[in-house]
């Protein structure tokens, strides 16, 4: 099966700069990513700079399966030009379906960077065949909920490793249903 034609590219907001995901990124993202805090609802802790560099490659080489395309983006703040966070995409065309995620570094969090750069990713999902966006939500982390609620998104009954699954309500308008 061939690869699919999606791609990440650049997008902007008022205040952000969503940049094609890197290895190279690391470095400062490393920086960005290193309070345990991050790790509250989801586990795990902070990566060394050579483990993300090494996340960051397998990501930017893409999904084994050729079916499924992989969308990352750093966020970069206007005018600082800091690295803030990142966005990120799963897409599967065939299913119409994309799984949002994001995250903020703790010294930028309540800002409303999470909510901007998720409205444009699913704003540049619009243009691909995809007409269902999800995230995965710990059911207690009501900072992830608003930015989820902020793309359209709403809760459903369904839970996954304990997260709830929040979902747009359908098809977009003029899209397949």
């Known amino acids: 099966m061939r690869r699919l034609p999606v791609r ?3 997008l902007a907001t008022a205040r952000l700069e969503l940049l094609p995901l890197r290895p190279e990124h ?26 993300l560099r090494a996340r960051y490659e397998r990501l930017t080489a893409g999904s084994p399966d050729p079916a499924v395309v992989w969308a990352n983006w750093v966020l970069r703040l206007r005018g600082t030009g800091r690295l803030v966070g990142t966005v990120q995409a799963t ?10 995620a994001w995250v903020i570094g703790v010294p930028w969090q309540g800002e409303g960077f999470a909510s901007e750069a998720a ?13 269902r966006l ?24 369904h839970r996954v490793d304990g997260e709830v699954r929040w979902q747009s309500s359908g098809a977009r308008p003029g899209a397949p249903a």
């Open 91 to 100: 897409v599967t065309p065939a299913q119409g379906l994309a799984e949002l």
């Open 134 to 157: 999800v995230a995965h939500i710990h059911p207690d982390h009501a900072a992830s909920a608003a930015v989820a609620r902020a793309c359209g998104l709403r809760p459903t009954g």
């Open 26 to 51: 690391a470095d400062e993202m490393s920086l960005v990513l290193s309070d345990p805090a991050l790790h509250s609802f989801t586990g795990g802790a902070p990566l060394t700079r050579d483990a």
């Open 8 to 10: 990440p590219v650049a």
């Open 119 to 131: 409205r444009a990713l699913a704003a540049w999902l619009e243009q691909l065949p995809v007409d």
